[in-house]
Structure formats: structure tokens, C-alpha cells
């Protein structure tokens, strides 16, 4: 589902609405491995992954960065390995959980 999105550059404006808000709660609390995890990130990864949570898409992301895709999927993979996540939402909501930020910060512009 995500090569779709990336292939069609279209930003996922609710992932982190309703349903999800409410997988967020209830979200095992183990700050201090999140953290570390996140703190693992390069600045690179962690900027690719802040635009993910903003909604963009791989492709969108690729763009704003002026980077190709194959980058972008380079990145991500390495993101994913880091956090050990299997998806954009597992790692969207783990670094939302990390930083202590409201997941509707993410969604608004």
C-alpha cells in the first residue's frame, strides 16, 4: 500500500485521526527504548521522517528534499530497521509518542 502512495504523491492527511488517536493512548509505555531509537536516527532520517508524519507521501518527501526515490526508500528502510517498525504509521507513531507532541501537530500547516 505504501508503494502506491508513493507512486500517486498523495498526502495521507488522517492517518493519525480518530482510530489511531486512540492507538496512541494505548501505546505501551516505554519511553526511554523509544527514545533511544529515535536518538539513533541521523538528522537526515529524522527530518524524512517528521515530513512522513506531516502526511507526505515517500515521493512528496523525495521532492521537498530534492532527493531521488530510491534515496528516500534507502532512508526509509533504514528508519524502519532502526525503529523496529514494519510500517509508516508504527514509525509515525512512535516518534509522535517520543516527542511528546500531540499527533494533530503533525497534520496541521
Known amino acids: 500500500m505504501e508503494s502506491n502512495l ?4 498523495e498526502v495521507i492527511e488522517n492517518d493519525l485521526s480518530g ?4 492507538q496512541v493512548a494505548q501505546l505501551p509505555n516505554v519511553p526511554s527504548l523509544n527514545a533511544m531509537q529515535i536518538e539513533s536516527l541521523t538528522a537526515r532520517e529524522r527530518e524524512i521522517l517528521e515530513l ?4 507526505l507521501s515517500y515521493k512528496m518527501a523525495a521532492a521537498e528534499l530534492n532527493l ?6 534507502t532512508y526509509i528502510g533504514r528508519i524502519y530497521r532502526k525503529l523496529h517498525v514494519h510500517c509508516r504509521l508504527e514509525a509515525v507513531l512512535k516518534y509522535v509518542a517520543v516527542s ?3 499527533p494533530n ?3 496541521q500547516d
Open 6 to 9: 508513493a507512486e500517486t504523491g
Open 100 to 102: 511528546g507532541l500531540s
Open 68 to 73: 531521488a526515490m530510491g534515496t528516500i526508500q
Open 105 to 107: 501537530t503533525f497534520l
Open 52 to 55: 512522513l508524519s506531516r502526511g
Open 19 to 22: 482510530p489511531m488517536l486512540e
